[in-house]
């Protein structure tokens, strides 16, 4: 952990730092209810969880050292209330439960803080929900929302209009390396290799800092546009993406699900023997059955997350293309991947760029088609195959 | 329908979940009993329920000796102790008593899923009541139901009748039954039209082969009566993605033997051959459109078109369209 204040913690966000630094020392500058934006990876999260560290700072604005900023970031804090969405939405029901806790007074910080990271899954009942009392809450409670900027529209303007907004932007790769270096060890050349293909995603960056397997799936789905040159070669592309998501879904559920149950099972007492057991161990079999659909919300949303990584990844090669197609000759062009400039040159030459800009549509048209819960084989395969050629 | 040879067994097995078969077989054995003695008892009792000193019972000798016919409905959940004590009884079995075992094929312990084994090697009579799958099954049983009830059918009766009743084996007996004996013994396809019109089982899987196979009109109707049916939505959009993909899949790999094909492209072999014989007719252009557009249709039925149904009607039109051009 770093020994300079909390506000390290933060990449490149200069702007958003000094409001929300003053906000913490100055009392007319603070605010009841906060809405964090931008681009994802540029560090909602982080920013809420700083700034409430922050808040619960007892010496000050963030020193990083005492109780309160230590129990604040690392999640343990009694006053700072995460909302993390596993599923693909939030619900009414957890909403009305954390409408009731933000309506307590704090117990040992100064502020009772709830975060709720991903505001736009929220679901129209559940912002409804929250309206009454993000307006008016208790004069110690603070709320705290995060939602990627790119569709800010998606929380409901009923919500957006009762918060402050804090726009953060996208952190520049020189920022993004230094923190690689400074903060996780990683050697410097990894660090700006990492930095110069993330897309000013932090957390991606240190994924592909350090994570050789990351970096490898990476490098299979750059290698789809150029190696898709028969349909045929489309199907195995979309197997390649398809396997990828899967695996990843069912590598977390390995890990997680079994020792998961088991916990459950134990603090529900259902292996117990004797008299009086049976109505425990049906309790128990029914949490178990509660906690299994949640598990399986959670294996489709990592899957969809994985898939919608290397859609990304996907659409900036296409980016790319048509950034250098339009380029003029000499001008140093800021590519998403700096590292497969050799085969970007390349497809811009043989593609036009109206073919080139109908497979970046393809790939969005994607991203979208899997929002709207079409089966990912079916839309990865529709898309590879609009990608042949 | 004739005698079963095994109405008269004292020890029965009747294996399968066919509920209306598993009926018949039961009457039968108890008719069997009947005639032999007309005073005889039927005791039928959950195996579950089922304990040692209950079967010791049921089927020991009365005092009068009265024929009796003991059942034991759904003997896949028999506990341990019975079903070693049914095994214990079958090779000595109590005169003037029959057993008929009913068993799902299935079970959860050990002892209740080697039951059927047991009990054939101990010579029980068995009578398989599976459920029947394929429709070469059913005209069969259609056609053992008219004669059983005294009449003939001919073939194109046998697949009307099959194709507007469905696959409800209870309600296709009562169907040929009724048509015996509303047209006087000789049913042909003109007898089933005057009774049943429509069609009673129409899946995606039909209206999906009719679209790849470029028969537009085909395809429609299929899908007219799929929906009216109340197939949902989303499988039939489901069956359409699957035949488009299925295509292009055979498509583009080539020519080759569906054999060794089938292992490279994850598929069984009849599919491979199936879409070797629908991929004549089909352009890459067109395979690319049509992927699209059921995509593009997965979404639709899935909220984002205001009326699922018609987005139906035109991805199937479409795609039937581009097969034909």
């Not at chain 1, 809405?35 to 409430?52: C, K, M, Y």
């Not at chain 1, 117990?107 to 929900?129: K, M």
Request: hydrophobic content about 45%; charged content about 25%; aromatic content about 2%.
């Amino acid at each position: 952990m770093s020994t300079q204040t909390v506000w390290s913690q933060l990449v490149g966000q200069e702007p958003a730092i000094e409001t929300l630094s003053a906000a913490t020392t100055r009392s007319e500058a603070m605010t009841h209810a906060w809405l964090f934006t931008g681009p994802p990876g540029s560090g909602r999260s982080v920013a809420a969880r700083t700034f409430a560290a922050a808040l619960q700072c007892s010496e000050g604005s963030g020193c990083g050292q005492c109780s309160g900023c230590t129990t604040a970031l690392a999640g343990t804090h009694a006053d700072v209330h995460p909302v993390v969405p596993e599923g693909l939405s939030i619900s009414v029901a957890e909403m009305r439960s954390l409408v009731q806790t933000a309506a307590r007074r704090p117990t040992t910080g100064r502020w009772q803080i709830v975060i709720i990271s991903d505001a736009d899954r929220l679901t129209e009942g559940a912002s409804n929900a929250l309206l009454k009392a993000i307006e008016e809450p208790p004069a110690r409670t603070v709320f705290l929302l995060c939602a990627p900027s790119d569709h800010p529209e998606d929380v409901s303007v009923t919500i957006r209009s009762r918060c402050r907004l804090v726009a953060l932007r996208t952190p520049p790769p020189s920022a993004i390396a230094r923190v690689l270096v400074e903060r996780d060890g990683v050697d410097t050349g990894d660090a700006e290799w990492a930095a110069s293909v993330c897309g000013g995603h932090v957390g991606r960056a240190r994924r592909l800092a350090t994570d050789p397997a990351a970096r490898e799936r990476r490098a299979e789905v750059l290698r789809i546009p150029t190696n898709t040159r028969r349909l045929t070669d489309a199907f195995d592309c979309a197997d390649v993406l398809i396997r990828a998501a899967e695996a990843d879904a069912d590598e977390e559920s390995k890990a997680r699900d079994d020792s998961e149950k088991e916990e459950l099972r134990t603090a529900m007492g259902a292996d117990g023997t004797g008299k009086g057991t049976a109505a425990a161990k049906r309790s128990a079999d029914a949490a178990v059955k509660q906690l299994e659909k949640r598990q399986k919300m959670r294996a489709t949303r990592t899957q969809r997350d994985t898939l919608d990584l290397a859609l990304v990844d996907l659409a900036g090669f296409y980016r790319d293309v048509l950034v250098v197609a339009a380029g003029h000759g000499e001008r140093e062009l800021t590519l998403n991947h700096p590292d497969h400039a050799e085969h970007i040159r390349d497809a811009a030459r043989r593609w036009e760029p109206e073919a080139a800009l109908r497979r970046l549509e393809a790939v969005l048209a994607c991203r979208d088609a899997i929002r709207w819960n079409v089966k990912p084989r079916i839309a990865v395969e529709s898309m590879a195959a609009a990608l042949v050629g | 329908m004739s005698e079963p040879a095994n109405a008269a067994r004292p020890v029965q097995l009747v294996l399968g979940d066919e509920a209306l078969l598993v009926e018949r077989a039961i009457s039968a054995a108890l008719d069997a009993a009947r005639r032999a003695d007309p005073s005889t008892e039927l005791t039928r009792i959950p195996a579950s329920e089922l304990t040692v000193g209950t079967l010791t019972e049921l089927v020991s000798p009365t005092l009068f000796s009265e024929g009796r016919v003991v059942v034991l409905d759904s003997a896949q959940d028999v506990s341990n102790e019975a079903a070693e004590a049914i095994g214990n009884y079958v090779p000595d079995p109590v005169p003037g008593v029959v057993l008929v075992v009913v068993h799902s094929g299935g079970g959860r312990s050990k002892a209740a899923k080697e039951l059927p084994a047991t009990l054939r090697h101990a010579g029980a009579a068995v009578t398989e009541c599976a459920k029947l799958t394929k429709p070469a099954e059913r005209e069969a049983f259609v056609r053992a139901e008219v004669r059983g009830a005294g009449g003939a059918i001919d073939a194109g009766a046998v697949t009307a009748l099959v194709e507007s009743v469905g696959t409800d084996l209870r309600e296709l007996a009562a169907a040929a039954g009724q048509l015996v004996a509303d047209s006087g013994g000789h049913i042909d396809e003109q007898a089933v039209r005057r009774y049943h019109t429509g069609r009673a089982d129409v899946t995606g899987f039909v209206v999906a082969e009719k679209a790849v196979a470029g028969d537009g009109t085909a395809a429609l109707s299929a899908l007219r009566w799929a929906l009216h049916i109340g197939v949902a939505h989303v499988l039939v959009a489901d069956a359409l993605a699957d035949a488009v993909r299925t295509v292009a899949r055979v498509a583009s790999a080539g020519r080759g033997n569906p054999n060794t094909m089938a292992s490279q492209l994850g598929m069984p072999p009849w599919k491979v051959r199936k879409a070797q014989g629908q991929a004549r007719g089909w352009t890459r252009e067109g395979l690319t459109t049509a992927l699209e557009i059921v995509a593009e249709l997965n979404a639709e039925v899935k909220g984002a078109a205001a009326d699922g149904e018609y987005a139906l009607e035109r991805a199937t039109r479409r795609i039937a369209a581009l097969r034909e051009s």
